[in-house]
């Protein structure tokens, strides 16, 4: 195994910045290549590294460091592209299939009180993780950007993101499944 997912599986941040530092740049290249989107491949990147020290602690990794983390962001740009082909498949089913779509009165009644649990998770935020939430999901700013305009570092983002996520998670399950 790596001395360096060693070191980063003791949770040593050094080593994490030091690798993040070197191999930011040439994973998110590769990315770009793959997707044609330097934006999405950047966030293929840092969620890559995000789960990485998230889950230090259980990784379990056969091959080189190094190869494991190129062929994670293969997979995860090989995943975008799916699900790009399966949106776009559907898109074109809708037009094809353009049909007038209205909603029984429970249906309305369920998307109604789903829209008010999303309205009152979002107001249960704390204020910053509410901020960092918002300009990324309303405003469509990337981890970086967000970070850039508010002074703070990434990871401070990111781990805002988690809590955001995590919240709806749980408050969502009943509408959407154990799945979310």
Known sequence: MDQSLKRIQTGDLKEF???FKELYAPLCSYASKILGDNDKAEEIVQDIFYGIWKNKEKLEIKVSFKSYLYKSVQNNCMQVIQHHYVEDKYKQHVVNNV???QMDPIQEMELAEMNHVIEQTLESLPEKCKEIFSMS???GLKYKEIALKLN?????VEANMGKALNAFRQNLKQYVGANV
Do not use: M
């Not at 703070?152 to 401070?156: A, C, V």
């Open 152 to 156: 703070i570092s990434i990871k401070t």
């Open 137 to 139: 999901r309303f405003d």
């Open 99 to 101: 049909v007038e779509f």
């Open 17 to 19: 910045e030091r690798l």
